[in-house]
């Protein structure tokens, strides 16, 4: 088990309808961010593609940033400084070796607003039904390592939407106390299994589950399923907010996580 102390932590995610301009997201993120810390927020999240949801798939790859340069990870690093937060930075286009194609990279800054992590999303969603069409394998290029860091209350894993459908990522991870996923499912997908898929890994890992997600109608048309949440390690949904710009925030409880591993030790009845 891997909580580092008995301390826990008010952890918040931040649910957006992102625009393709990066300025306006920057400033709707500044605003909640704000908000999330003015209510106790030691950890705020940022869901998928936060800093533009642009007008076509391959918008993305203009606005590519280096490692640690670039107005994105600027406003990141800057943001978590400012208001003395872990601040988990969603998704945002990184350079890639691959012509004509980004990696979809999640940064996480600590309260000094230091980059101490960075993963970069392993599974890439393709679904097609009707005229709904998506493949991200056309711009993206998939990521290859599980990616965890340890916070004051414990370890965190890291993963994005598309992640959520593959459960062997998650124990590759080991014992998390929170597991976070930051998304932009689609409305179809998520009506279906959003819900269901979460609390299933809040489940079989008994851990929290933190999940930001974009939830509205965008101006490329797309209309993203939301219903941000915090789900506790019994899978019971804590707080949650279907749709629309906003924030659920919630806190980490290490005592209750440790009865929950206790009363019912699943983990370590594993086999494989």
């Not at 899978?235 to 659920?248: C, H, Q, Y």
Request: glycine share 8%; hydrophobic share 45%.
């Amino acid at each position: 088990m891997t909580i580092t102390t008995n301390a826990g932590a008010r952890v918040a995610a931040i649910q957006m309808i992102s625009a393709p301009s990066i300025a306006e997201n920057i400033a709707t993120a500044k605003r909640l961010i704000a908000d999330a810390a003015q209510q106790g927020a030691n950890l705020v999240l940022l869901p998928e593609y936060w800093a533009s949801m642009g007008m076509h798939e391959n918008d993305k790859l203009g606005l590519a940033e280096q490692i640690d340069i670039g107005p994105i990870q600027t406003f990141m690093a800057e943001t978590a400084r400012e208001h003395q937060i872990w601040l988990i930075g969603g998704t945002l286009p990184m350079a890639a070796l691959v012509a004509d194609k980004v990696l979809n990279s999640m940064m996480v800054y600590n309260p000094a607003g230091e980059r101490v992590k960075r993963y970069d999303k392993i599974h890439l969603f393709s679904f097609t039904k009707g005229a709904e069409s998506y493949d991200e394998a056309r711009t993206i290029v998939e990521g290859t390592e599980v990616t965890t860091f340890d916070a004051p209350f414990g370890k965190v894993g890291l993963s994005v939407c598309y992640d959520l459908r593959f459960p062997e990522l998650y124990r590759a991870m080991g014992d998390c106390t929170l597991i976070v996923v930051p998304a932009a499912f689609t409305y179809t997908t998520g009506k279906a299994h959003w819900e269901i898929l979460l609390r299933a890994r809040a489940i079989e890992n008994q851990c929290y589950v933190l999940a930001a997600a974009q939830g509205g109608r965008h101006q490329n048309g797309r209309t993203t399923w939301g219903h941000s949440m915090l789900i506790d390690p019994w899978g019971e949904i804590k707080t949650v907010l279907a749709e629309g710009e906003g924030l659920v925030i919630g806190d980490i409880e290490p005592n209750y996580l440790s009865g929950i591993r206790e009363n019912l030790p699943a983990l370590k009845h594993r086999k494989l």
